[in-house]
């Protein structure tokens, strides 16, 4: 019931994104640097990310909230005890270089942990307008509608696989990177959460991405794992709510193909 509730205010919530930004397409930005040139916050990321925090705030007062654009740096930081809490996890805009570049391949991202337990998570892919949505132990709806995988599996020489940048051009992930001999092909959107997408279409069988934030798989992980798809990070440990983490989700016959990779095998050539 309670959870029901957030549903529907998280649906509402979502339209009103939606709406927003088709509203906003095609105007002149305001873009601000943060940490590094081409790490990039637009005057849209700002505007959901308050408008998310304004209805979290009235509905669920005294709920914690991590929000990319205006993450509390205790939580960041792994200084308040997220497990004790009920927790918002919210990126207003994935993909923000793709909404600057294009205005394609982007998403919004909200998820809802209870003492670490993911209960709900949503994705609405802004290409499509399709939201996912996944309930704790209760499978994987898209727009409403049960959600059923093509496959329960996959094996990596059946399907692509994503990577992000920092996986193609830093020399310490060459292991990482051979995994591209043995699917289908690389392919890479740009944003975490239409990975999660593209995993439950079977676009690919498998996304590795080094240094994602709780934000970019808050909402992916749950999703995932309602479809009985694999998660952790590049040692095989579990994905964690704070820091930084590299991370794999994979169709589970890819993701122990994956991880045999990385503990047998020698670089190859
Ligand atoms: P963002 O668009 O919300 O920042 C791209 O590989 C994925 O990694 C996106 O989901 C992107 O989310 C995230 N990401 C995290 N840190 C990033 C950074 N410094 N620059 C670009 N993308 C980053
Ligand atoms: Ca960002
Ligand atoms: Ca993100
Ligand atoms: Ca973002």
Known sequence: MELEKRHTLIKEWLAVIKDFIIKELNKERIIERKSH?????????ILIENYLIKQIEIH???ELILGEETADTRIAMNQINIEEERLWIIDPLD?????????KD??????????GIGQAGYIMDMNSYDVYHAFHNQGVYKNDQTFQLKNSDAQLYEGFVAFNSKVVYLERYEKIRQIGKKCLGVRGTGSA???AVNLLNQYTVAYLSSSLMPWDIGAATILLEEAGLKSSDFEG?????TGSSSVIY?????????????????NEQ
């Open 37 to 45: 040139w081409n790490d990039l916050v637009t005057d849209v990321d």
């Open 106 to 115: 982007y998403a919004v991202l909200i998820a809802y942990y209870e003492k």
């Open 95 to 103: 993909g923000t270089l793709n909404f600057i570049t294009s205005q």
């Open 60 to 62: 669920f007062p005294g």
């Open 193 to 195: 959460g239409l990975e």
């Open 237 to 241: 440990r579990d994905l964690k709510l």
């Open 250 to 266: 994979a169709y589970p016959s890819s993701f122990n193909e994956i991880h045999h990779h990385l503990k047998n095998e020698k």
